[in-house]
């Protein structure tokens, strides 16, 4: 994978979450067949948005996370498995891994909110704890993976969100409700993040097309 990660869409932030989730709290049926993948895609408990994701969708996102090297499969038995990659690839910690887990699959959420949703997965000692492999998370070197969102009206906690799609939506909607233009620091840095991975794919398509033209012999479009 390269110093860049990829902005993954939904469906691929989907799928993800489901393999890192049920690799903890179901581990007698982990890794996963494409069959009981969807199925957690789909379930309608402990996910926002709701989908209804078919296999095709699911199929053409695993592979797409493979070439991230964030998938990895496995061909034993009767029927190809799935096992998600994420500490490894990402380089964090399996408590990170959970938070980001939660983000993927729940949306925006405060410390205490991704404390409690976390509980099958790993018993957080308290909010603080949450708070520091959040701030870790934010903070990331090579680059931050969660961002907090600015506090709506009469919320006493700020929300969270993963940035592993790009800057999420709520960061524009909620300064629109808070009544405010200015940006917090951490949203910022959000939005930067997501400009400096599209520059990065729209570099690697120039290159694959401009390769792809000259092994046709032919001239690239300006």
Not at 38 to 65: F, H, I, W, Y
Not at 104 to 115: I, K, N
Not at 141 to 159: F, N, Y
Not at 202 to 218: D, H, K, Q
Request: glycine share 6%; proline share 5%.
């Amino acid at each position: 994978m390269t110093s860049a990660l990829p902005i993954l869409s939904a469906v691929e932030t989907r799928v993800l979450g489901v393999l890192a989730e049920k690799q903890r709290t179901v581990p007698d049926s982990y890794p996963l067949t494409l069959n009981t993948l969807v199925a957690g895609c789909n379930q309608k408990t402990s996910r926002n948005p709701l989908m209804e994701l078919s296999e095709t969708d699911a199929q053409a996102a695993l592979d797409s996370l493979k070439g991230y090297s964030l998938v990895m499969e496995s061909s034993g038995g009767r029927v190809s498995r799935y096992e998600h990659n994420i500490e490894r690839v990402l380089r964090v910690p399996s408590q990170s891994a959970i938070l980001l887990t939660v983000l993927m699959l729940r949306g925006p959420q405060t410390a205490g909110e991704l404390r409690i949703a976390s509980e099958r997965m790993h018993n957080f000692a308290d909010i603080s704890s949450v708070e520091a492999f959040l701030d870790e998370l934010a903070e990331r070197p090579a680059g931050a993976l969660v961002v907090k969102l600015a506090r709506l009206p009469g919320a006493r906690e700020s929300r969270w969100a993963h940035l592993l799609s790009g800057a999420p939506a709520e960061t524009v909607q909620e300064l629109r409700e808070a009544g405010t233009a200015d940006a917090s620091l951490g949203e910022v840095a959000a939005l930067k993040l997501n400009v400096a991975r599209l520059e990065a794919e729209v570099a690697a398509l120039r290159t694959l097309t401009a390769r792809i033209c000259s092994e046709l012999g032919i001239a690239p479009e300006g």
